[in-house]
């Protein structure tokens, strides 16, 4: 059986997408000087092409003109598209049993997904005009842009955070000329653009009790003759770092007013404060770098936040490691790197977490 009721909607934004890609398209008529005579806005609606063209053949009243055109009259130059199929893309394949895991902004819970699987989306583009002049401007607006490809980010699962470059791939071009019948009749050419959509599909996004991943340690080893018994020689390490405070120590308050040029100034009580740790004042991280006495020496606009003018008394917060253990899976933060040097021959246990 396959999983219970999931839709992600990602056929549907691809779309969506794509036709906003070209819903700013103008047609303009110039004068001999230059000067602008007309400018139509080209109207663009999902369809196929077959349908205007067979409603202008069926209701010959719909291409009246000017002070003769009612509300149901179908204008010319407009353009429609379409999907018109679903391949997967064994090209973009990755590991099957790969996951990735996020917090849910709606449920707050932790899901778990395992990795989308790549599939293109054949779309059709097609002109409609009157005159070949007025398909030719729509035409050299939109081929500059794809070289052969365009990018666009698209919200794949907007609970979960997850956008995705999808690339815009112009496959190829073609012009028919329906002017097939007397005089009198309207003449109908048809640009058609096909392109390629190279999005994603995700599966179903079930909860998960397994957390997150909070330490990356990694040994390297130079005598590779036996992996299954030889020894880490240099071992490195990465862990979550806060980049904002988070406990609202309110470790002391500023002595002075400090305006945005100041990098020195006086706090209240400097004796918890120490050289080359981070400390927060409103919304801006500074790096404290030597004390003497309640004054203090800092570099400002740490991690880029803005640095600001700060008020007599203003709370002065410590980034510690308290701060760090309060972080939440969607907030942004740092990690703090360290390496070791071992010659000791031993080896990580993962079943003990520990050297032996």
Known sequence: MLAPHFYHQVIRKTIIAFGTLFNDMEVRTKTSAGAN????KVPIAYGPVQKFLARLEQRPELRTEG??????SVDLPRMSFEMIGIQ?????KVSTMQTFKAVNSVTGELNKTFMPVPYNIAIQLNILARLNEDALQIVEQILPYFQPSFNLTIDMLDVLGEKKDVPIVLESISFEDNYTEDYLTRREIVYTLNFTAKTYMYGPL???NEGLIKKVQVDYMTNTDNLKNASRQVRYTAEPLAIKDYNQDRTTTLGEV????VVSFEVSDATSLVVDTFIEID???MKIKSIAGNRITVRRGEYST????HDFGAALNVITPQDTALIEPADDFG??????????????????DEDV
Do not use: C, H, Q
């Open 206 to 208: 079930p909860s998960t």
């Open 306 to 309: 803005m640095i600001t003018n």
């Open 67 to 72: 002070s003769a055109r009612t509300a149901s």
């Open 37 to 40: 005579l007309s400018v139509v």
């Open 258 to 261: 400090v305006n945005s040029k």
């Open 283 to 285: 919304s801006e991280i």
């Open 335 to 352: 990690f703090s790197e360290f390496r070791y040097d071992y010659n000791d021959g031993k080896v990580y246990s993962p079943s003990k």
């Open 88 to 92: 997967y893309d064994g090209s973009r």
